[in-house]
């Protein structure tokens, strides 16, 4: 049985009309859904007893289960219990402009990238739309507040999974239902130009963030697979035209690794790739694991790798970081428990 959660509303409303009922049906559904948030068909009593009955053959309105919560002081991390028993974790930030939630659009990741933690757990399956819709359900619910920003983050890449992320959008970004702005959602990706390519075109309002870490193909190779699939020069030819497409700035995320891509010459080349594009770096101090043998780039030397950036005019920032104690930053976000 679909589960509702999957639905975007033009597909409710596409639902009700098959079945000769009104496509205002669907108006009512989502406002209990995702405004009201009342999840029992009982309780909806301005919808007939025998359409109640159609729906619930229909459409299941069972959730995912939070079995874990971990708790720092601006930071939340949970684990979920998928209903074929895979885990996967969403993280709440605390910011000054407001409350993010970072979610996983796959179980395991097939990119490969030596650094990420997260990637070691080869992909198991995506996600469906209504596993990514419910972690936000569940988490709002958890906080008794509403998420004022999404980013598609966490475990997976999100254009390994397209159609459902995007599914997952257009729910919350329905005016009928949870109404987030698109300016306040960003997906992250690796690199898979053809996902760049469609989402530019459907989603011209939503953030675009790009991981690229490595200024040029010989270090990237080295530590992202996907970038022998994907050249930095074709890439780069993409975000000119998604930015053509749709004027919007780039975010690019860029780890330091220790010897690995720090150097100042390394700062010269990034600038010099993406001085043409309307974009900031976002300069991620790694997060070190257990399992793998990078390091973090020492703190002065990250400031000087910034100088550069800056000096070049490259709009660039250093991430603030979060969830260190809870294993919740980035590229730890992987079931321990398993
Ligand atoms: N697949 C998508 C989204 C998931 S990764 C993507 O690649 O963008 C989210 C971000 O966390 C990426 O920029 C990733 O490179 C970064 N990341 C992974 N491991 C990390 C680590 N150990 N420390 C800091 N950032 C990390």
Do not use: W
Not at 101 to 111: A, D
């Amino acid at each position: 049985m679909n589960n509702i959660f999957n639905l975007p509303f033009e597909n409710l409303e596409n639902y009700f009309e098959s079945i000769n009922e009104k496509k205002y049906r669907a108006t009512q559904l989502y406002d209990y859904l995702y405004k009201k948030r009342t999840y029992n068909l009982d309780s909806m009593t301005n919808i007939s007893k025998e359409l109640r009955d159609k729906i619930s053959k229909e459409f299941d309105f069972s959730f995912i289960e939070i079995i874990k919560k971990q708790v720092d002081i601006d930071v939340k991390k949970y684990l979920f219990k998928l209903k074929d028993g895979n885990l996967i974790e969403s993280v709440l930030m605390y910011h000054n402009y407001g409350i993010s939630l970072c979610v996983s659009s796959q179980v395991g990741c097939n990119m490969g990238c030596k650094f990420c933690e997260s990637g070691r757990l080869k992909k198991v399956r995506n996600l469906e739309t209504y596993e990514i819709v419910e972690q936000l359900l569940l988490i709002e619910s958890d906080i008794k507040d509403r998420i004022t920003h999404v980013v598609v983050m966490g475990i997976g890449e999100p254009f390994d999974n397209y159609d459902n992320v995007m599914n997952f959008i257009r729910i919350i970004t329905s005016n009928k239902g949870i109404d987030l702005g698109s300016r306040h959602i960003t997906v992250s990706t690796c690199g898979v130009i053809p996902g760049i390519e469609k989402f530019m075109q459907e989603f011209k309002q939503v953030n675009l963030a790009i991981s690229l870490h490595a200024p040029n193909d010989e270090i990237r190779n080295k530590i992202m697979p996907i970038s022998k699939v994907y050249k930095l020069s074709d890439l780069m030819n993409t975000l000119k035209k998604y930015q053509n497409t749709t004027n919007r700035r780039i975010t690019f995320e860029y780890i330091m690794l220790e010897n690995i891509n720090d150097s100042a010459e390394c700062a010269k080349e990034l600038a010099n790739l993406i001085k043409n594009i309307n974009g900031y770096v976002n300069l991620i101090p790694y997060n070190e694991t257990e399992n793998i043998e990078f390091k973090r780039t020492k703190k002065v030397q990250i400031l000087a790798f910034y100088d550069i950036l800056k000096k070049s005019g490259i709009n660039v920032t250093i991430r603030k970081e979060f969830g260190g104690k809870v294993d919740a930053a980035c590229g730890q976000l992987r079931a321990k428990s398993l």
